[in-house]
């Protein structure tokens, strides 16, 4: 397996969804997708654990702005009704304007990524690396390339796919990590604004 | 998209790519983007003729042999029409899916990943 709707829908990070209608044409790019509105009250166990590194990711979680989720599943829904009459439904120039920027290092940065999901498929990180290196230095706001490198890494366990980042006395083989990058950004640029 | 041919075949660059190589150029939904001479010749496809054109990277794999080729660019944006590609994915079970099998409904495409 490999990721493939980064390279054909533009997909940056998770969740995200792209509406595609009867005529297999786009009316929604790529955008954060939600399963139901915000929950308010709930607090992560998370914010409490004793390993910093988790504690401080929780709390950058806590921070990230989820833009549309109060509204998202109505919009899916008027659609699902209305089809092409609904008013979630954009103009084609829309889509295509929203469907954020790709340019030759973007481009650049996909064919590295592809290169390094292949080699590490093949048991190879060691020629995957340089790779992923390369897709993270050419899109460094295309969260996918660095939280699947990350992934891959790091420690065993449930958490694994929480802590993305350096650990205690290992070295870390890549430039930033998780904690760090939405440290520098800031969690609310963590997912791109985005209205219905 | 790998590739262990830069001329690939004009079957193979449409399914890796999602353009068609047609006389009217390199063809996408109703997108079509001209060609110069010699981007194809016999069926098969001068990739850095045509990746130079559509914004596309070629990138080569140390090994040799091997090349990727990223997505276009020249629209300057993700997408450069709104016709969706077809993916090619695979079921929990292993099986095959077409997006495309889908056409005629409505769909949600939604990205998620463990990691």
Redesign the interface.
């Known amino acids: 397996?490999a990721h493939?709707?980064d390279?054909?829908?533009?997909?940056v990070n998770?969740?995200?969804?792209?509406?595609?209608?009867?005529?297999?044409?786009?009316?929604r790019?790529?955008e954060p997708?939600w399963p139901a509105p915000r929950a308010t009250g709930v607090r992560s166990p998370l914010l409490d654990s004793d390993q910093a590194r988790l504690a401080a990711i929780a709390g950058q979680a806590t921070k990230i702005v989820s833009w549309t989720a109060d509204e998202y599943g109505d919009a899916?829904r008027d659609?699902?009704r209305n089809?092409a009459a609904s008013h979630y439904v954009l103009p084609?120039d829309d889509?295509?304007?929203r469907?954020?920027?790709?340019?030759?290092n973007?481009?650049?940065?996909?064919?590295?990524f592809?290169?390094a999901q292949?080699?590490e498929r093949d048991g190879r990180h060691d020629?995957a690396l340089p790779?992923f290196r390369a897709a993270h230095r050419l899109a460094p706001e295309n969260w996918?390339y660095k939280?699947?490198a990350w992934?891959l890494t790091g420690p065993e366990g449930p958490l694994k796919?929480f802590w993305?980042g350096p650990q205690d006395g290992q070295e870390w083989e890549y430039d930033s990590d998780w904690l760090a990058d939405i440290e520098s950004s800031g969690a609310e640029t963590y997912y791109r604004p985005t209205q219905l | 998209?790998?590739l262990d041919d830069l001329m690939p075949t004009t079957a193979a660059f449409a399914a890796a790519t999602?353009w068609k190589i047609e006389s009217r150029g390199a063809c996408k939904?109703d997108l079509c983007v001209p060609l110069p001479d010699g981007a194809y010749r016999e069926e098969r496809v001068d990739v850095a003729v045509v990746a130079e054109r559509l914004?596309?990277?070629?990138?080569p794999?140390?090994?040799g042999g091997?090349w990727?080729?990223?997505?276009?660019?020249f629209?300057?944006?993700?997408?450069?029409?709104?016709?969706?590609?077809d993916?090619e994915?695979?079921t929990f079970d292993g099986q095959p899916f077409s997006?495309?099998s889908?056409?005629?409904?409505?769909?949600?495409?939604?990205?998620?990943?463990?990691?």
């Open positions: 397996m493939q709707v390279a054909a829908f533009g997909v998770i969740p995200n969804a792209v509406w595609i209608d009867e005529n297999f044409d786009i009316v790019p790529a997708a899916v659609w699902a089809g084609a889509v295509l304007a469907s954020g920027r790709r340019d030759g973007g481009s650049a940065a996909a064919a590295h592809a290169l292949h080699f020629r790779h996918t939280r699947q992934s796919r993305q | 998209m790998l999602g939904g914004g596309m990277a070629v990138v794999a140390e090994s091997l990727a080729v990223g997505p276009e660019s629209s300057g944006r993700a997408l450069s029409t709104v016709a969706a590609p993916l994915l695979q997006l495309s889908l056409r005629g409904t409505r769909m949600v495409l939604v990205a998620w990943a463990p990691y």
